[in-house]
């Protein structure tokens, strides 16, 4: 990183660091979790961020994933290997008071029958809380015409190790997708918001940073532009039984 860019950082995103996006979802998982829940991360993988270990906070951490690494999450409490394509998550029916995934359904090829699954697990008047990349922000449109080596190369020059890159689909990655896959499985949307910040991609070099920069001050400036935000975060609620 140049000395350009750092001094970027300090002037233009003094309070933001390289996980930002990460540290607000802990905040606003945060607001709804108690300590004696049981709670489900969907594709937990090897435990990579520190942002979602919940151990202590709640009752009971689960997690599950199709890669086996899961099992070396130190995050949870128990781990199982998710079946793909089945998909079917390997816990009884109203396991779970929160099932929350952070980056996780921009790889899902069928998004309606995961929500159905999830729905299955989740306790009456449960949540499902996510985040995941907008398919309209920019970075997703450069991925879709893009192979994946690419996306490898570029997250590892951000500091990601390249088995970390997984390939993406984008099929439930716009607001009118998430409220017909959550209406469809038979869900409430409680909140969805998006979220602009620190254009963390462009940061490789300072003249992309600075068009970044000016994509977010757009995009931040005017409710209008709000759908061309970085990431969706939501939270959809199983009803209650009457």
């Known amino acids: 990183m140049s000395a350009l860019t750092r001094w970027m950082d300090a002037r233009l995103y003094a309070g933001y660091s390289d996980n930002w996006d990460n540290q607000r979802l802990r905040q606003y998982l945060m607001e709804r979790l108690k300590n004696d829940h049981a709670i489900l991360d969907l594709g937990a993988g090897r435990g990579a961020l520190m942002e979602m270990n919940f151990k202590g906070a709640v009752k009971f951490v689960a997690g599950v994933d199709p890669d086996p690494v ?17 998909g079917k998550i390997p816990y009884p ?3 779970f008071n929160i099932v929350f995934s952070n980056n996780v359904l921009e790889h899902v090829n069928n998004p309606g029958n995961l929500f159905d699954e999830i729905y299955r697990i989740l306790q009456p008047g449960g949540f499902l809380i996510s985040k995941t990349p907008n398919k309209r922000y920019y970075v997703p449109a450069i991925a879709r015409l893009t192979p994946h080596r690419f996306h490898e190369f570029i997250n590892e020059r951000r500091g990601r190790k390249r088995q970390d890159t997984f390939p993406t689909v984008y099929r439930c990655n716009t607001p009118e997708e998430v409220q017909k896959f959550a209406a469809h499985s038979g869900f409430k949307v409680i909140d969805l918001q998006m979220w602009e910040g620190r254009p963390e991609y462009l940061r490789l070099f300072a003249i992309t940073y600075f068009m970044g920069y000016l994509y977010e001050r757009l995009v931040n400036s005017f409710e209008a532009m709000s759908k061309f935000r970085c990431v969706i975060v939501f939270t959809l609620e199983k009803p209650k039984k009457s």
């Open 93 to 95: 029916d109203e396991s």
């Open 70 to 86: 899961v099992h070396e999450n130190p995050f949870l409490d128990e781990a199982k290997t998710l079946a793909v394509p089945d």
